[in-house]
Nanobody, 124 residues
Framework: QVQLVESGGGLVQAGGSLRLSCAAS????????MGWFRQAPGKEREFVAV????????YYADSVKGRFTISRDNAKNTVYLQMNSLKPEDTAVYYC?????????????????WGQGTQVTVSS
């Protein structure tokens, strides 16, 4: 069992930055690939980024490539999402999630554990 708790959300002006953190419980964190997703009001949950258990494989959605950076610290059981050059369209609830599938990139329904989410609001 893995429990995930996100933090670091808030209100920021367009062009600003935020760093989200996702702290995981359990001693098997390093075995999981970790993803970030977001969901805006009235929209479906969408993929943002994913990092493999080792950190050696990283993928981003096209909409955030070059602006967001995902990283992890297995010693601290934590995954991060550094968000720069934020835009109003980045406004959403951001969720972290974990899976143990062989591939790093998997469908959203293949994730085993989810956090409760943290709100990110970008004002114009």
């Amino acid at each position: 069992q893995v429990q995930l708790v996100e933090s670091g959300g808030g209100l920021v002006q367009a062009g600003g930055s935020l760093r989200l953190s996702c702290a995981a419980s359990g001693r098997t964190f390093s075995r999981y690939a970790m993803g970030w997703f977001r969901q805006a009001p009235g929209k479906e949950r969408e993929f943002v980024a994913v990092i493999s258990w080792s950190g050696g494989s990283i993928y981003y959605a096209d909409s955030v490539k070059g602006r967001f950076t995902i990283s992890r610290d297995n010693a601290k059981n934590t995954v991060y999402l550094q968000m720069n050059s934020l835009k109003p369209e980045d406004t959403a609830v951001y969720y972290c999630a974990a899976h143990k599938r062989a591939s790093t990139v998997v469908p959203v329904e293949s994730y085993d554990y989810w956090g409760q989410g943290t709100q990110v609001t970008v004002s114009s």
